[in-house]
């Protein structure tokens, strides 16, 4: 009889469980369904034809094929892994990004602050380790002065400590009354 829990077996009817253990049933229910030429089957999957394509020549959806490749024990092929990562993306933009802060990002593997955003780093920040020829300190941020995040020429950039970077702001917040 096919194994099933004792609560599925006490729910059966007798003859449920007479069906159940009757081989010839069993052998029915195995061979239900569609019909398809498995020989054709398996040679056109072992072959390197996709489920689709096997649908498509005998006449089936897709899903009638897959149930009967399952029912015949015929394995699936497991799907290959796709490189989908940086420019073998379909969304690829060059490597470069705005963040919601209005901030431009630029993928930098193996820089020091690429780590802590998934391999990117704010471009006034490449633009100034570029001109100091060294990577900022914790303690160093870099000051847009004409306040546009992404205006990020050489010339709009001013190399600030924390300290200086918050005074700075505080000071702009009283001239203006805030």
Request: net charge positive; proline share 3%; charged share 30%.
């Amino acid at each position: 009889m096919k194994q099933f829990s004792e609560e599925t077996r006490r729910k059966m009817s007798k003859s449920a469980k007479r069906r159940c253990s009757d081989p010839k049933w069993l052998e029915h229910q195995h061979n239900r369904g569609t019909k398809l030429p498995f020989d054709t089957v398996k040679s056109m999957y072992e072959s390197g034809s996709t489920q689709t394509e096997i649908a498509e020549f005998l006449g089936v959806s897709q899903k009638v094929v897959w149930r009967f490749m399952k029912n015949h024990g015929i394995k699936a092929r497991v799907a290959a892994k796709r490189n989908q990562r940086g420019e073998n993306n379909s969304s690829w933009k060059g490597g470069i990004v705005k963040d919601t802060a209005g901030y431009v990002l630029v993928k930098t593997d193996g820089h020091p602050r690429a780590k802590k955003h998934g391999g990117y780093v704010r471009e006034h920040i490449l633009t100034m380790e570029i001109l100091i020829g060294r990577h900022l300190t914790p303690n160093e941020v870099v000051h847009h002065i004409n306040g546009i995040k992404d205006d990020n020429r050489p010339e709009n950039l001013m190399l600030m400590t924390k300290a200086e970077h918050t005074s700075y702001h505080a000071k702009n917040r009283k001239k203006k009354g805030r």
